[in-house]
């Protein structure tokens, strides 16, 4: 997988789809940073009898701007740069009572219809989720109003075709998983999100003639 990548999480399983348009053609797609976009990558660990947690390390950060990363005694996690590709999280090792959390959300906006295709792991020991919603103005308030229906990625399947953004409209992907079991194995992607074009009709026909002349010369 490519480290420009986002996710569903459920427990101890990973799910994965296949792009439905050309492979490599990214959709027109752009980053919003400020307020519509949030990263937190945190790890702890157990201290005393009580079994009490302490921060041992975190960091936060706005993933459109670059690499979210974090490595400390307890292991390290990496939310990849956000681009027109996708966005994704790649853990590299979490050791012994490790306790972490992750949390992101990720405006941005697309010029063209795009397919989103996603796969992910949920933390054994805790929860998470992934949903996208779609809302009216990134420069209000809050980011403005919600237009239609969150989509909830545990319980939709994938790919999913979805449509351009017109003016200050926007979507908004939002990610959390937390948990304390530790991996069985470092070096995982917990999740890994990609975004597709969607090929144009004349393009599609295109496509459809090119087929038919190969199967010509073959035969």
């Not at 670059?66 to 490595?71: K, N, R, S, V």
């Not at 996708?86 to 009572?97: A, S």
């Amino acid at each position: 997988m490519s480290s420009s990548k986002l996710v569903s999480l459920v427990a101890a399983t990973a799910v994965a789809f296949a792009p439905t348009a050309f492979a490599g053609y990214y959709a027109n797609i752009t980053g919003l940073g400020g307020p519509q976009s949030y990263a937190f990558i945190g790890l702890h660990g157990t201290t005393d009898e009580d079994d009490m947690f302490t921060w041992d390390s975190s960091t936060s950060g706005s993933p459109v701007a670059g690499d979210t990363f974090l490595f400390g005694a307890y292991g390290g996690a990496t939310f990849s740069a956000f681009t027109p590709g996708g966005i994704g999280l790649y853990v590299t090792e979490l050791i012994g009572t490790t306790s972490r959390e992750f949390s992101m959300q990720q405006g941005f906006q697309s010029s063209e219809d795009f397919v989103m295709t996603w796969n992910s792991t949920y933390l054994s020991g805790g929860g998470g989720f992934l949903r996208l919603a779609k809302f009216d103005d990134y420069t209000a308030s809050n980011g403005g109003n919600q237009i239609g229906s969150l989509i909830d990625f545990a319980q939709t399947p994938g790919p999913m075709t979805l449509a351009a953004t017109v003016g200050r409209e926007y979507y908004k992907l939002f990610y959390a998983s937390w948990g304390s079991t530790p991996l069985s194995q470092p070096g995982l992607w917990m999740m890994d999100v990609d975004f597709t074009a969607v090929p144009a009709p004349g393009a599609i026909a295109l496509l459809g003639v090119a087929g038919l002349a190969g199967r010509r010369r073959r035969s």
